[in-house]
């Protein structure tokens, strides 16, 4: 495709329409935007039907003491009972729950959700019998393996709210989160599998939890550990006990208690923090009805025949909402893996896809911009056809990986639903809907129905189309946290203070013509150039519309004369890497991008200097960390890289200095 075909293709009024045979029996039809815009309670209420109630609710929402929320007042459920127990005694016990995939090949088990029921109740008596009760609170640090679900679902059980630290984090981090949570309970494994060699988590666990007897905050009373590599770890007799003694030998009888609606789910720590973590709290009823709506309404879930494989992690909120809750909620059948998409080969996710028939498939514009970068040969490769629709989440999709992501992966046949949402909405919040609305690259389109989202000004008015500002959210929703654990003062000032009565966690959008929201990222990432308001997200969009271009990270470095200047880096495609390295052809490839962002956007946004590299700072969920490539930028120190995937990375960076190019126009 040539870059002026692609500049034709993205800048043309494109809109995928809804594919008619999915629109014909799609979950939701264009009606419930205005039965929600009619009474948004009653659409909630409404929604709450696909949970099951021990108790029914008797108000859908007290909103009397904002920004707290109390949604489903009087209700009562079990969140493991709603995803395990009443699928068995509707029939579905046969139904498979998780197909899940190890990282080395001839590892894989099926489990289906009457053999998922058994595992859940034998961990949560386990847990029981360790001294766990209702209010506890257990930490895991775990891969990616069915006994972590297993896991959250048995504390979900008894009550105990859970909160999953992801298995790339060091044990500084999982030891001020069992400190700031109190954890009474550490679940673990001795390891995992990463890139086809066995890492280790049980060490990282010892040494958490002697920080935090060294603090006298509390003392970890019990460690359950996982044996998943069968490396040696060392062992703390009467704390650490093994998994398969004390988990394998429980009755798989247990009865769930009803908890009330507000009761706490799972505390989840955003990413990023410094000083102290910041433990978002979800509770029960409102998250799983959240959940359990959005997971049916956007993915069209059908359960008896779908196929569904989100491929987060459990340790981040995605894990969490769409690929533990609200899936598991809905009967769905879906893939777990544990591995990288390129181990033991770069078509693996592809492999996966055609072994077991995935029809719908969720994951990361950064993993789209990779498999971009190594080509279209490889998902030629296998066989596809089961896919029906795709699905994007994590940062805003750039046009041409929308495009790319239809055209290669979904054969032109497969909407895609570009969701916006955090850790702290818990749900879905921005996405179209794959039988009603029209697919527009780049795009996340409108609030769902319910949700009541509007782009506002510095001082807080709704801007007109064809402007930016700021996203905020006007009206309490069912999913959203209720507060920051431990931390109510914080919860209003970071949420509720920069727009009175609104929620605002700051990501910029701007409306099309047509009204439709484009995120431009989080607020921190517009920089000020010589007065001008830039978007890093446009901007790489832009650097990744060019033919040679994969992959594009952008910052603002301080700059002298305007304040703040672009600085770019990209990772090449491929085909274009043994071109660059020709004898002069860097610096020209470099002039070439500086002028087609120029073209794209206007020669303010222009970078000051664009430097080539092989790849960039990204964590193990595939968050690109812009705070050490601004301190390449700025010629400082660079950070703290202990949550990368690979740490080396930034001195490959700092290595490639000399072929950034500065500009002397």
């Not at 040539?2 to 809804?18: A, I, Q, V």
């Not at 609305?437 to 409108?446: D, I, L, Q, Y």
Request: proline content about 5%.
């Amino acid at each position: 495709m040539t870059e002026e075909t692609l500049s034709n293709l993205l800048h043309e009024e494109r809109r995928f329409e809804p594919p008619a045979e999915l629109a014909a029996a799609a979950n939701v039809t264009a009606d419930a935007y205005a039965e929600a815009d009619a009474d948004r309670l009653a659409f909630w209420a409404k929604a709450a039907e696909r949970v099951s109630w021990a108790e029914p609710f008797t108000e859908v929402l007290d909103w009397s003491n904002p920004p707290f929320a109390r949604w489903y007042g009087g209700g009562r459920l079990n969140a493991a009972y709603n995803c395990v127990d009443r699928h068995v005694e509707a029939g579905h016990g046969d139904r498979v729950a998780l197909h899940w995939v190890g990282e080395p090949d001839d590892e894989a088990r099926t489990v289906t959700y009457a053999e998922l029921r058994d595992e859940v109740c034998r961990a949560a008596n386990a847990l029981t019998e360790l001294g766990v009760t209702a209010g506890d609170r257990v930490a895991i640090y775990m891969p990616m393996i069915p006994e972590t679900v297993v896991a959250m679902l048995a504390c979900a059980r008894l009550g105990a709210p859970h909160t999953v630290v992801f298995g790339g984090f060091s044990a500084d981090a999982l030891a001020s989160r069992i400190s700031d949570c109190q954890a009474k309970v550490v679940i673990t494994s001795d390891g995992g599998y990463r890139r086809g060699a066995a890492s280790a988590l049980k060490p990282a666990v010892d040494e958490a939890c002697d920080k935090v007897a060294a603090g006298n905050e509390v003392e970890v009373e019990k460690v359950l550990v996982v044996r998943r590599t069968g490396q040696d770890v060392a062992w703390q007799d009467g704390r650490d006990v093994w998994w398969h003694d004390v988990v394998d030998a429980q009755s798989p009888e247990h009865e769930p208690e009803a908890f009330d609606a507000e009761h706490p789910l799972y505390v989840m720590y955003t990413s990023g923090t410094t000083g102290k973590p910041k433990g978002i709290l979800h509770t029960t009823g409102g998250y799983l009805v959240g959940t359990a709506w959005t997971h049916w309404a956007v993915f069209d879930l059908k359960p008896e025949t779908d196929v569904y494989w989100c491929t987060a992690d459990v340790g981040w909120v995605t894990g969490h909402s769409y690929m533990v809750y609200g899936p598991l909620a809905n009967g769905a059948t879906q893939v777990m893996y544990e591995g990288t998409p390129d181990t033991p080969h770069k078509g693996r996710w592809w492999e996966i896809i055609e072994r077991y028939g995935v029809t719908i498939f969720y994951t990361a514009p950064t993993a789209i911009r990779t498999f971009m970068k190594q080509g279209e040969q490889i998902p030629a490769g296998f066989d596809m056809s089961s896919l029906r629709l795709l699905g994007s989440v994590g940062e805003s999709i750039n046009p041409e990986a929308y495009v790319w992501y239809r055209r290669v992966i979904g054969a032109d046949r497969c909407p895609i639903v570009d969701t916006w949402w955090q850790t702290e909405t818990g749900q879905i919040m921005v996405s179209p809907l794959p039988g009603v609305t029209a697919g527009k690259p780049g795009s996340a389109m409108t609030a769902l129905p319910g949700v009541s989202a509007q782009v506002v000004n510095d001082e807080g008015k709704a801007v007109a189309p064809g402007s930016g500002g700021y996203l905020v959210l006007t009206e309490p929703w069912p999913g959203m946290l209720r507060t920051i654990w431990g931390d109510d003062e914080r919860f209003r000032k970071t949420y509720w203070s920069r727009f009175p009565g609104r929620y605002f966690a700051g990501d910029g959008a701007k409306l099309d013509e047509d009204g439709d929201i484009w995120l431009l990222g989080r607020v921190d990432d517009v920089m000020n150039v010589s007065g001008h308001r830039l978007s890093t997200t446009e901007i790489e969009s832009a650097l990744v519309s060019h033919p040679k271009v994969a992959e594009a990270a952008v910052v603002g470095a301080n700059d002298e004369t305007t304040g703040q200047a672009v600085c770019a880096f990209v990772i090449l495609r491929e085909t274009a890497v043994a071109e660059a390295d020709e004898p002069g052809e860097g610096e020209d490839l470099v002039q070439e991008l500086r002028r087609h962002v120029q073209r794209e956007i206007g020669a303010i946004a222009k970078p000051r200097q664009i430097m080539v590299v092989q790849e960039l700072p990204k964590t193990r969920s595939g968050k690109i960390m812009r705070r050490l490539l601004r301190d390449v930028a700025e010629n400082r120190e660079v950070g703290d890289v202990t949550t990368l995937a690979d740490s080396s990375v930034m001195g490959l960076i700092q290595d490639g200095l000399s072929s950034s190019s500065s500009d002397d126009a």
